[in-house]
């Protein structure tokens, strides 16, 4: 097809190249020129479906991605309304608190445990800060080795 396009006439193939080819599509068996475009027009429709099914799959988790990230970054309020495309009203607290966790002798705690161990004991800490936090009016928001409150 784009030797069709070519725009030199020289460069285009003859009737009888195009009818060969065409041939040689079909297998040797006798069908038409409309026949054989229609064919190659439903396969091309059908990858070209395919190809959209995978991008949307691909935008969907990227989607979800941007969703966790900003429902950790910011509080549920701000994060709903900068989807919207809302204004977001700074707001003002009297009193913050930042509080930045550090395990102290953590790398030789997990230098002498198995990753496991590591595992549970980061779980059950941050579960027992979570669960301090849970009783009272805060805002966690988690950074890569911090973790910050109001």
Not at 26 to 52: C, F, H, P, R
Not at 72 to 85: D, F, H, I, N, T
Request: proline residues 5%; contains cysteine; aromatic residues 8%.
């Amino acid at each position: 097809m784009e030797q069709c396009w070519e725009e030199a006439p020289e460069d285009r193939p003859s009737l009888d190249q195009i009818y060969t080819q065409f041939k040689s599509i079909n297998q040797g068996k006798k069908t038409s020129v409309a026949d054989s475009m229609l064919w190659m027009l439903e396969k091309y429709s059908q990858n070209l479906e395919d190809l959209i099914q995978e991008r949307t799959e691909e935008l969907e988790l990227e989607r979800q991605k941007t969703e966790r990230l900003l429902s950790q970054m910011l509080p549920p309020s701000v994060a709903e309304a900068l989807k919207m495309g809302a204004a977001v009203e700074p707001e003002y607290f009297d009193q913050v608190t930042i509080y930045f966790s550090d395990i102290v002798g953590f790398t030789i705690i997990s230098a002498l445990s198995e990753p496991i161990e590591v595992v549970g004991l980061l779980n059950d800490l941050y579960t027992l800060f979570d669960a301090v936090l849970g009783s009272h009016d805060v805002y966690k928001v988690r950074t890569p080795g911090a973790e910050v409150s109001n």
